[in-house]
């Protein structure tokens, strides 16, 4: 009978004070400065060193490129950059080792899809997603 009576008055201690749950799809949540979510990528940056495909943990990035066809400039062009968030762990290790920043974390997270398909994110659509670019990574 002692607990019953502990219980009651400890919920009914909690029931003035502010509630610490989100209307999650009308509020955002604040996220840390260094949180890591989906990544951003400015294909005008990339070099094609693949440098981001080999620390890749778990070989989810597809690159490729192509010799410069202007014999004027060197280096690559870039023809196709892939992410397979399917498997992606989202560690930050691409972003750590590309030496141009082409790769960016953004606070970014939602990523549920009906299809598995649908997680394989191209080129295209990772240059697109800079809705939530982190503070330290704007241009």
């Not at 009308?26 to 094609?48: A, E, H």
């Not at 410069?68 to 992410?83: L, M, V």
């Amino acid at each position: 009978m002692k607990g019953l009576a502990k219980g009651l008055v400890y919920t009914l201690k909690n029931l003035t004070k502010k509630k610490v749950t989100y209307d999650y799809p009308n509020d955002t949540i604040p996220l840390p400065d260094r949180f890591r979510g989906i990544q951003k990528f400015y294909p005008d940056k990339c070099i094609v060193c693949n440098q981001c495909v080999i620390v890749c943990p778990t070989d989810c990035i597809d690159l490729t490129g192509k010799k410069n066809p202007d014999p004027n400039k060197r280096g690559k062009i870039i023809e196709t950059y892939n992410i397979n968030f399917e498997i992606c762990i989202l560690c930050d290790l691409c972003t750590e080792v590309c030496p141009t920043e082409a790769i960016v974390m953004t606070n970014n997270f939602e990523l549920a899809e009906y299809s598995r398909d649908k997680l394989f994110k191209d080129m295209n659509w990772l240059d697109d997603n800079d809705t939530n670019v982190r503070k330290e990574n704007r241009v």
